[in-house]
């Protein structure tokens, strides 16, 4: 089991940033894929962020490159999603995602479907 603790939602103005940090179990950070996906009001869970927790090398959807950052803290078994430049689209709520390493070809995975364990999500509002 892998338990996910998101964090750091709220409302902002165009332009403004945020971060969103999500902490994952003890012990389970070397061995998990992570993905950070949004949901817009009617619209499909949408992949924009992703990649091996531990590594360094991250996957970003096209809406979001160059504008959101992933990092980690191995040492406090947390991913930060640093959001700039948010734009009103960019509202929904925020989940972070898991899903065991071993049970994937590649750390590259975008489809909600094949995460196993999700944080509760986070709320983020850009006004215009």
């Known amino acids: 089991q892998v338990q996910l603790v998101e964090s750091g939602g709220g409302t902002v103005q165009a332009g403004d940033s945020l971060t969103l940090s999500c902490t994952v179990s003890?012990?389970?950070?070397?061995?998990?894929?992570m993905g950070w996906f949004r949901q817009a009001p009617g619209k499909e869970r949408e992949f924009i962020a992703g990649?091996?927790?531990?590594?360094?090398?991250?996957y970003y959807s096209d809406s979001v490159k160059g504008r959101f950052t992933v990092s980690r803290d191995s040492a406090k078994d947390t991913v930060y999603l640093r959001m700039q430049n948010l734009r009103p689209d960019d509202t929904g709520v925020y989940y972070c995602?898991?899903?065991?390493?071993?049970?994937?070809?590649?750390?590259?995975?975008?489809?909600?479907?094949?995460?196993?364990?999700w944080g509760h999500g986070t709320q983020v509002t850009v006004s215009s």
């Open positions: 003890s012990g389970t950070f070397s061995l998990i894929i």
């Open positions: 990649g091996r927790a531990s590594s360094s090398r991250t």
């Open positions: 995602a898991a899903l065991w390493a071993h049970s994937s070809t590649n750390d590259h995975v975008t489809a909600a479907s094949r995460y196993d364990y």
